[in-house]
């Protein structure tokens, strides 16, 4: 069995989940690109918790975790089996990290609003990891360099935020918005930084400068980005097969490694 790529995508608004647009017609390019995995395992912005959980129900449920949107939006289901095997693995490979395996949680919707377009079918299943609150950049990266034994197994590992998440700046009800300059100058660091292969300075964004504090206000869009990065090999390329801004100070940029 071949290496699987590893991928981050900038999820942005959940509308996407029932949009037809320039971001989910690549994230469907993306799924129908791809050799079928045996399982997905997915890192999204929106479980972030003081704790290392996975999802343990072989039928997870679809989380609504967002308001103020079309009821269409809350209707979506994205019905993907759960795999209690690939969360004992998951747990496995991150030991002696304590790693909760937990019922109540399910697929929210940095996964599923790009999962159901990647792979619309909802056919392959999902294990989702939680984002612990409590630790430092380096320990997410760390976990990631943990679980890269997965590529090698089936596993496509998809992470889900933003490089560049700064709601107090969005163009709210602006149809278009000018990407804001510091934006634009943090993205094209972050890119230039997977070029270079200096994780050093993405794990340690918080030491890149004013751009990086308005860029990530919060850490826990950016952090999943951290753990596709810790799955790089030795030679991977490394792609953006997505690009482009929401609203002026959200960015849209998908990375791929491998």
């Not at 690109?33 to 343990?56: E, Q």
């Not at 270079?196 to 919060?218: I, K, W």
Request: with cysteine; net charge negative; glycine share 8%.
């Amino acid at each position: 069995m071949s290496v699987l790529p590893v991928f981050f995508f900038g999820h942005g608004n959940p509308m996407n989940a029932i949009s037809a647009n320039g971001y989910t017609d690549a994230w469907n390019r993306i799924g129908r690109s791809l050799p079928r995995p045996a399982a997905i395992l997915a890192v999204s912005a929106h479980w972030y918790v003081p704790a290392t959980a996975v999802t343990a129900a072989a039928k997870p449920r679809t989380i609504h975790d967002f308001g103020g949107f079309p009821r269409e939006l809350y209707e979506v289901e994205y019905p993907a089996p759960g795999s209690p095997d690939l969360a004992e693995t998951v747990a496995e490979l991150l030991a002696p990290v304590p790693v909760a395996r937990d019922l109540r949680w399910g697929l929210d919707h940095g996964t599923w609003s790009v999962l159901c377009h990647v792979f619309p079918e909802a056919d392959v299943p999902v294990v989702q990891l939680s984002l612990d609150e409590t630790q430092p950049a380096r320990y997410h990266y760390e976990l990631g360099q943990r679980l890269a034994p997965l590529r090698d197994r089936g596993v496509l590992v998809v992470a889900s935020g933003n490089v560049v998440h700064n709601l107090h700046s969005y163009a709210w009800g602006r149809a278009t918005a000018e990407p804001l300059d510091w934006l634009v100058r943090f993205e094209s660091k972050v890119r230039q930084l997977l070029l270079d292969g200096d994780d050093a300075a993405l794990v340690d964004y918080e030491n890149l400068g004013a751009d990086a504090a308005l860029s990530v206000p919060t850490p826990e869009h950016y952090l999943p980005l951290l753990y596709v990065l810790g799955m790089r090999q030795p030679g991977d390329p490394i792609g953006f097969p997505v690009e482009g801004v929401d609203g002026g100070s959200v960015s849209m940029l998908s990375v791929r490694i491998g």
